[in-house]
C-alpha cells in the first residue's frame, strides 16, 4: 500500500536536479491513484511541495529552478474540477450579539479531531474556555495571533499557552491580522470577526462558515505555512 511518505520520498528525490522527470510524474501519478487523496489531503501534498521547495530556494543559485520545479509538483496535487464535492455548509453570521460567538463555540465542540485558528486577538473568556475545552477532549489544537496583541489587557492566549494549547505568534514589526479557524480540515469559518468581547458586544463584525474544499484547502496551506514561519 503506498502512502503519502512514498510521494515525499519522490520529491526529495527530484531536488537532486531541480527536475520532476517523465519517470517521476508517472511514479507520482500511480501513487495518488492508489491512495485516492481527498483536497485536504491534496492540500497537504502542496504544503509538504512548497516546504521543500522554500528550502531549495534558501538554498539554490539559481531560486528559479526550483520556482519551475515547484510549479511542475503543485499541478499534480490539484483536485480536478469534476471531483470537487459542492459545499454543504453556507452561514453567514452578524455582529453585534451573540450569533457570532455561539457559533464559534458550536464549532468548537463539534469538532472531531483537530482546530486551527488563526486570529488577530483572542479576549473573550467564553471562546477561550470553548478552545483549552476542545484541547482537554485530545483534539490537536493550535492556535496563531499577533504578537502585539498578545500582551494586551485582557488577553487569553498566554492562558491558552498555560492550558497547554499549542500557541504561536508572529515576531515581526507587523500585524498578524488574519480571522480564521479551520475544524477537522473540512470547515472553514472566516470574516471580520476578532474572538473579542467588544466584537461581541459593540462592533457590526461578520463571519462565514463553509465546507467547499476550494475555500477550505487555501486555508489549510497558509495556515500551515504560517505555523512554519513562526516556528
Known amino acids: ?116 485558528i488563526c486570529v488577530f486577538t483572542i479576549t473573550d473568556n467564553r471562546l477561550s474556555s470553548a478552545i483549552e475545552g476542545a484541547h482537554r477532549r485530545g483534539l490537536k489544537v493550535r492556535v496563531i495571533s499577533d504578537n502585539d496583541k498578545a500582551h494586551d489587557k485582557g488577553s487569553d492566549v498566554n492562558r491558552l499557552r498555560n492550558a497547554g494549547v499549542q500557541v504561536r505568534v508572529d515576531q515581526t514589526r507587523k500585524h498578524m491580522h488574519h480571522k480564521f479557524a479551520i475544524f477537522d480540515h473540512t470547515t472553514l469559518l472566516t470574516g471580520s470577526y476578532n474572538w473579542t468581547r467588544s466584537a461581541f458586544r459593540e462592533n457590526e463584525e461578520n463571519i462565514i462558515v463553509v465546507d467547499d474544499p476550494r475555500l477550505v484547502s487555501p486555508f489549510v496551506t497558509e495556515f500551515e505555512q504560517l505555523w512554519d514561519a513562526f516556528a
Not at 492540500?43 to 522554500?54: G, K, N, P, S, V
Open 1 to 116: 500500500m503506498k502512502s503519502q511518505k512514498d510521494i515525499d520520498r519522490i520529491l526529495h528525490a527530484t531536488l537532486a536536479d531541480m527536475r520532476l522527470s517523465r519517470t517521476e510524474r508517472h511514479a507520482l501519478k500511480d501513487i495518488l491513484e492508489e491512495l485516492d487523496p481527498d483536497p485536504n489531503q491534496l492540500a497537504f501534498l502542496r504544503h509538504r511541495a512548497f516546504a521543500i521547495a522554500r528550502d531549495a530556494v534558501t538554498s539554490s543559485a539559481d531560486p528559479r529552478t526550483a520556482l519551475d520545479w515547484l510549479e511542475d509538483i503543485v499541478k499534480l496535487f490539484v483536485p480536478r474540477p469534476d471531483e470537487e464535492p459542492i459545499a454543504t455548509t453556507a452561514r453567514a453570521r452578524f455582529s453585534p450579539g451573540s450569533d457570532c460567538p455561539d457559533l464559534i463555540e458550536s464549532l468548537l465542540r463539534s469538532a472531531r479531531h483537530r482546530v486551527d
